[in-house]
């Protein structure tokens, strides 16, 4: 019995090292994934906000506006279309539409507003 014990100790503590690299690359990759998924919503952000842009006539906007049409207008489409009971699929396709129908529908509110004002 004494002789199980301080093998298992040994054990404990030759496998400590390996945890720690193992907890901080979870850490790291971790980071890495939402930089990479950060870098995804912007290009296919601007995607979006470009081609709703195209659609509707004059709403040329800088890139940075076409990224933040495509980001609201998907986050937009996210939350409306569920309300109105239209689904478009679940692939990227269908959400790539439904990003830039919200889109189409988030430059035409601004377009409401600036003429408002």
Do not use: H, Y
């Not at 980071?31 to 870098?39: K, S, V």
């Not at 988030?106 to 377009?111: F, P």
Request: hydrophobic share 60%; no cysteine; proline share 3%.
């Amino acid at each position: 019995m004494k002789r199980i014990f301080p093998l298992s100790l040994f054990m404990i503590a030759a496998a400590a090292p390996v945890l720690a690299q193992s907890e901080g690359a979870e850490i790291a990759g971790a980071a890495m994934g939402g930089i990479i998924g950060l870098l995804i919503t912007i290009v296919v952000g601007a995607a979006v906000g470009w081609v709703a842009s195209l659609i509707v006539k004059g709403g040329g906007s800088s890139l940075l506006g076409d990224i933040l049409f495509g980001i609201g207008g998907s986050i937009l489409a996210g939350w409306l279309l569920p309300k109105l009971g239209i689904s478009l699929g679940g692939g990227f396709v269908g959400g790539f539409i439904a990003a830039v129908i919200g889109a189409i529908v988030l430059i035409l509110i601004v377009r409401v507003i600036r003429r408002a004002a």
